[in-house]
């Protein structure tokens, strides 16, 4: 298979574009070294690197901090001590996200009890927010640091902010379940071999979220922070298969806006956090591992639609009992999807 792919006439640029903030450095790449990498392989480096200038800010203009604000729902990515990545959700009433200023986001809700964003929010450490809203299909990436936690929530500075395109979400409403409380589930800890329960919600699954961070993300160097991105499908476009002493997961990655931030960070640091939902029970799988990029070859070939293929293994994995604290309608499935599938 062929790795040179064209770059498509609109990139998922935000609507507005605001000038640089004084001292902000026209020259510099929003990319590292594992972004430009995967970039270059897929030849489109250059076009890139002029448009990242542009819609890679380093404040979040005032549509994205409106959609912070209403939504009912967080999903954040966030370091373990140990490297570990991992994908958490936070919900709580609309509102409960404010945006005090142009690089502020509070949260007003704290992680569920036993989730690992719990041990990972600390003063300094490196963050990142997906602002998504399934029934419309709008998100907003806002990457950066910790700057203060507390019991009732905690607050980021946004270092990195930038739209992503509708594409590829399967729009949903929510209904938020009143005083309902999030909470760890200690039933068979998942390891490398997924529980029954777990291969399952994966198996089933049409959409996830995915946590990665560069090879310096403690550093504090923006680039090389966490990030933390959307991925959806038909329902079974992740497979679950048995290999050797572990389970390992398969799903497709489609054509997007050719960023590549979460596979350039695996190519830089192979650490990854996903996280699965139950739209209906409203639990939630939160699993880390390792994870790596299969270019081409037969499983890119028989499925559909698929640039490229991703297989990850699990290493721990946590369940969250009501573990979004939300319901949702029936899915409406994102129309780039049905020419996809194995």
């Known amino acids: 298979m062929s790795t040179t792919v064209s770059t498509p006439a609109t990139l998922c640029e935000p609507s507005s574009r605001a000038p640089l903030l004084a001292g902000e450095a026209a020259e510099s790449s929003p990319f590292h070294a594992g972004e430009a990498a995967v970039q270059t392989r897929v030849g489109v480096r250059e076009r890139l690197q002029q448009i990242g ?38 919900v709580a009433e609309p509102g409960f996200i404010e945006s005090p200023g142009a690089r502020t986001l509070r949260v007003r809700s704290a992680p569920a009890p036993g989730d690992p964003l719990c041990a990972n929010l600390a003063p300094g450490a490196p963050i990142a927010l997906l602002g998504i809203d399934l029934a419309t299909r709008r998100r907003n990436r806002a990457n950066g640091c910790v700057t203060a936690v507390d019991k009732g929530g905690f607050e980021v500075r946004v270092e990195q902010s930038f739209g992503n395109c509708p594409q590829y979400i399967n729009a949903r409403k929510p209904t938020l379940v009143p005083g309902e409380r999030s909470v760890a589930l200690e039933r068979a800890a998942e390891g490398s071999v997924l529980s029954r329960s777990a291969a399952e919600l994966v198996a089933g699954a049409d ?13 504090g160097v923006v680039r090389d922070g966490c990030d933390v991105s959307h991925r959806g499908g038909n329902p079974g476009f992740v497979r679950v298969a048995a290999e050797q002493d572990a389970s390992a997961l398969y799903w497709p990655d489609f054509r997007g806006n050719f960023m590549f931030n979460t596979l350039g960070n695996l ?56 573990g979004v604290a939300l319901r949702w309608s029936a899915r409406e499935p994102a129309r780039q999807l049905v020419a996809t599938g194995p």
């Open 267 to 322: 190519d830089v640091n192979p650490r990854a956090g996903l996280l699965f939902m139950d739209f209906d029970s409203g639990e939630a799988l939160q699993l880390t591992g390792t994870a790596e990029v299969i270019w081409d070859g037969e499983l890119v070939v028989a499925f559909a639609g698929a640039e490229r293929m991703l297989r990850f293994v699990p290493e721990a994995g946590v369940w969250l009992n009501g």
């Open 207 to 219: 959409t996830f979220f995915i946590a990665t961070a560069g090879a310096s993300a403690r550093s």
């Open 53 to 90: 200038r542009r819609v890679i800010r380093s404040y979040m203009p005032d549509e994205h901090r409106e959609l912070f604000e209403k939504l009912p729902m967080l999903v954040v990515g966030s370091l373990a001590a140990d490297g570990r990545p991992w994908a958490s959700v936070v």
